[in-house]
């Protein structure tokens, strides 16, 4: 049987079954369009959360209170009575290291904020120093931002957020305007340039104020982080090693605070949410297999029911081998029909997700696409193996005689 033939023999076959067919093709379209709307799902979080870490800053370490670099728990929590507070003091001392360009200490915590008659409750209010705005690379658009080497004093001024604004003053000019905060009247210098939400933390819905007046209004003597920016990236772990050996030095030997890169960040989001990915496709590609024994049955029912064609065929001189081709291009043809389909919605599905949440990168990626495609088709052959090879074994006699 010649090639054109062949081809011609099997999209009858294909289409002469329309219902079976449509099931076979729906089967592995549903494992297909799985593997690539889950897999863009889980790609498009580990590219939301790099983009956003990216996005505050570069060569950045980032000291946080209590020794949990393992995950465990401090031994020397056990001895004393109470960890070491992260101080603002402690920040200060950092600005002195070789290879350190900024340090911003960090405190954060809820106020109720008011101005001119109208309040705003649940508001957060952040506390930190004038370097905060190169380390995290935002803008000022109205006025300025803290004062310079405000370390100890807590000057009552505070700069808003685009939305704070908004909510307090409305289309009024806020600098130089007054608010309250914790029973405190603050002076508003300056108004952030609107830049939406990152990492859980929405400057635009934030109000800033100098480090040590947010400890006054907290009630507390402990920083929430510290943001050191390095000079570049050769003076990162460098750096890295002068802030422990010195905030050791400081808090009388005890390592109680955790030291960390950006990268160090960046790498083990990437890893987690890389492999999440992978599990999410291992799990979608069960529905492939599913699909492929289902490929399997169906094909064995058409070879029962095509037991007189089949022996017509080999009576007039088809081989085994032309049969067996005859069936496996069968499977082929039907799991090629639900790859393409299944591409096709789940591109539709990525796209819908996108749609939802704008600043989601949901997008498939290639290596997905090629393995759920790939996956589809070899699935479909391999599992039609066993009723071509049943159908190549048929004796044209009996399959006539059962006619």
Do not use: C
Request: glycine share 10%; aromatic share 4%; proline share 3%.
């Amino acid at each position: 049987m010649r090639t054109t033939d062949l081809l011609a023999f099997t999209w009858g076959a294909a289409t002469g079954h329309r219902l079976r067919s449509a099931l076979l093709v729906l089967a592995m379209s549903i494992g297909v369009a799985a593997v690539v709307t889950l897999t863009a799902l889980g790609d498009g979080a580990r590219r939301y959360v790099m983009r956003e870490f990216s996005a505050i800053g570069t060569n950045l370490l980032i000291v946080l209170p209590g020794r949990n670099a393992t995950g465990g728990v401090n031994a020397g929590s056990f001895v004393s009575a109470t960890p070491r507070d992260l101080t603002v003091d402690d920040a200060r001392a950092l600005q002195r290291l070789p290879g350190v360009r900024a340090v911003a200490s960090i405190a954060v915590g809820t106020s109720e904020l008011s101005a001119g008659g109208r309040l705003r409750e649940g508001t957060m209010v952040m506390g930190t120093t004038a370097d905060y705005l190169q380390v995290r690379r935002l803008q000022v658009g109205q006025g300025r931002f803290l004062p310079e080497d405000d370390w100890d004093r807590g000057a009552p001024v505070i700069v808003l957020g685009a939305k704070v604004r908004d909510e307090l003053f409305g289309s009024e000019n806020a600098l130089g305007r007054f608010v309250r905060a914790g029973g405190r009247r603050l002076r508003v210098i300056g108004v952030m340039a609107s830049s939406g939400s990152g990492l859980g933390m929405n400057t635009d819905e934030m109000a800033i104020v100098p480090a040590p007046l947010a400890l006054a209004l907290f009630n507390t003597n402990t920083l929430f982080r510290i943001l050191i920016e390095a000079r570049d990236r050769a003076s990162l772990e460098p750096a890295k090693t002068r802030v422990a050996e010195l905030l050791q030095a400081r808090h009388e030997g005890e390592q109680d605070v955790t030291v960390i890169t950006q990268d160090a960040v960046l790498a083990t989001f990437d890893r987690l949410l890389g492999t999440l990915t992978l599990g999410v496709a291992g799990i979608a590609a069960i529905s492939l297999a599913v699909a492929g024994i289902l490929v399997m049955n169906v094909m064995l029912v058409a070879v029962t029911q095509r037991r007189a064609e089949i022996g017509l065929l080999k009576a007039l001189g088809a081989t085994g081998a032309t049969i067996r081709n005859a069936f496996l291009a069968e499977a082929a043809l039907l799991s090629a029909a639900g790859a393409l389909s299944g591409y096709l919605l789940g591109v539709a599905g990525a796209a819908v997700l996108r749609q939802m949440y704008p600043e989601f990168p949901a997008y498939p990626p290639d290596w997905a696409v090629l393995a759920g495609l790939g996956t589809a088709l070899v699935t479909g052959i391999v599992f039609g193996v066993m009723p071509a090879r049943r159908a190549a074994r048929l004796d044209p006699v009996q399959a006539l005689s059962q006619r």
